[in-house]
């Protein structure tokens, strides 16, 4: 494998107690075209508690001490101010790169965007809540090469010095990606949907940890929301009174979106209607809530969630 000393991408993977779909997730890497073009960097908050990942040996992989960390948001920024590359790409480890996708982001922002993301497919489809938040995560995201207004949420790239020129506001944006994509447009700069650029991600399939992880996650959104956009606390309660309002609003927008645009997706809607309304209730409350209270820990439970925790029963390891 060649490596450079003046990388192109920095490809940024979180990693924690599931060293196995983290070895993964770093192969999946490891595999791509273009890697000559690339640095690795990983953070990692179990440091020292395991033995290093397959293949973190590497030139082209830096492994950062993260073991202090209880910030998603803010270790995600360390991440933007440690790389090299003028390109940032995130990808969770629990998702898996396919091929052709590190060549397709070079070539995409050889192009001139901003940011670059494609749309992740489910490895575990069909099991649990993994369907629903199929719908939920990246229903809205188009399957053309074509201009969006959002890009996957904690699986794009961006371009570095876009994201640095953010500042102290960073590690918010960046830990609520939803926020993310239109402040990067509001700066006049524009977002491409590349099927190319594809991952294989492992949804949430059951449990209680993971929807408490999903609430903290929508206690952290609300609340940066809130804080960026100066909402008056007039606009903060009327976000949480209208809670019980907000499941069926999304569920007609999904609903509409999918007619518009991708017709086989309403068979899963409706399917799946009852879990899409619980897990939006679960949104809605975590967001309301966020809007009106400290989000105290919130950051820390999700981190420990998102890192630590199996997330499937069936592909545990990111074995689809």
Not at 242 to 247: Q, S, Y
Not at 262 to 277: A, E, H, I, Y
Not at 284 to 308: H, P, Q, R, S
């Amino acid at each position: 494998m060649s490596t450079t000393n003046n990388p192109y991408i920095s490809v940024v993977i979180l990693i924690g107690a599931q060293r196995k779909r983290a070895e993964k997730a770093l192969a999946s890497v490891l595999q791509q075209d273009s890697l000559d073009q690339a640095e690795i960097i990983i953070l990692d908050i179990a440091y020292g508690k395991y033995p290093p990942l397959a293949g973190s040996g590497l030139s082209s992989v830096k492994v950062l001490d993260c073991s202090s960390s209880s910030s998603y948001g803010s270790l995600r920024a360390q991440a933007v101010h440690n790389a090299r590359g003028q390109v940032v790409a995130f990808l969770e480890e629990h998702a898996l790169a396919q091929p052709g996708w590190l060549k397709a982001l070079v070539r995409d922002f050889h192009k001139g965007y901003a940011g670059v993301g494609g749309s992740p497919e489910a490895l575990n489809p069909g099991v649990g809540l993994s369907d629903v938040f199929s719908l939920i995560n990246f229903g809205f995201l188009l399957t053309s090469s074509t201009p969006v207004n959002q890009l996957p949420v904690h699986n794009g790239a961006y371009r570095r010095d876009i994201l640095l020129s953010f500042g102290n506001q960073l590690p918010m944006l960046l830990a609520s990606d939803l926020l993310l994509s239109p402040k990067i447009i509001e700066k006049g700069f524009t977002l491409l949907a590349d099927p190319e650029v594809k991952i294989l991600h492992l949804n949430m399939e059951y449990g209680s940890h993971g929807l408490l992880a999903y609430y903290n996650w929508n206690i952290i959104f609300g609340r940066n929301r809130a804080q960026l956009n100066h909402w008056s606390l007039s606009r903060r309660i009327f976000q949480f009174l209208i809670i019980p309002l907000v499941p069926c609003i999304r569920y007609f927008k999904h609903l509409i979106h999918f007619i518009k645009y991708d017709r086989k997706k309403n068979r899963s809607l409706l399917l799946n209607t009852g879990g899409f309304l619980i897990v939006q209730s679960i949104a809605a409350t975590g967001i309301g809530v966020g809007c009106l209270f400290a989000a105290k820990n919130a950051e820390a439970k999700f981190l420990d969630y998102e890192l630590n925790h199996e997330r499937s029963r069936i592909s545990p390891t990111l074995n689809p």
